[in-house]
């Protein structure tokens, strides 16, 4: 069965880094476009990130653009996001999806479908 095992979450300073990473299984990785989410304490849900299947294509929100790089590689199942400049908005769990549309190419628009797979998320927390 699918399955997304997200790790790398912490407690950093403002204006420190972190990279996250989500182990993928179950499924074929290379055919599934993947995203990051997050949510904040008593926040919804918010879209970070997109990327597409082969990894040619990026996508962010404007909150984190020019301070997270979201990445692939397709040989390890892996998904990553590499955080910098965090600030304390940042601050909220942080969870890999699955599109379930293969070789999705309609991305980078934040929204989500019910057969799109969640991984559990890892917390992160920016705080000095």
């Known amino acids: 069965q699918v399955q997304l095992v997200e790790s790398g979450g912490g407690s950093v300073q403002p204006g420190g880094s972190l990279r996250l990473s989500c182990a993928a299984s179950g499924f074929i990785f290379s055919s599934y476009a993947m995203g990051w989410v997050r949510q904040a304490p008593g926040k919804g849900l918010e879209w970070v990130s997109d990327?597409?299947?082969?990894?040619?294509?990026?996508y962010y929100a404007d909150s984190v653009k020019g301070r997270f790089t979201i990445s692939r590689d397709n040989a390890k199942n892996t998904l990553y996001l590499q955080m910098t400049s965090l600030k304390p908005e940042d601050t909220a769990v942080y969870s890999c999806v699955k599109y379930f549309e293969k070789f999705k190419t309609n991305l980078g628009h934040g929204k989500f479908e019910d057969n799109d797979f969640w991984g559990q998320g890892t917390q992160v927390t920016v705080s000095s």
């Open positions: 990327i597409d299947s082969g990894g040619d294509n990026t």
